[in-house]
């Protein structure tokens, strides 16, 4: 169910977040929430 990837992926990349440095992960965040806004 492509609802569970989704989340599983999400969680993948909040632990890859969470090892950026924090100008990264700014961005990233930045861009997750332009695209979770979009859905």
């Given at each position: 169910?492509?609802?569970y990837l989704e989340d599983t992926i999400?969680?993948?990349i909040d632990k890859m977040v969470e090892t950026?440095?924090?100008s990264q992960k700014?961005?990233?965040e930045y861009?997750?929430?332009k695209?979770?806004?979009?859905?």
């Open positions: 169910n492509s609802y999400e969680r993948a950026l440095p924090e700014t961005f990233y861009e997750l929430k695209r979770t806004n979009k859905g």
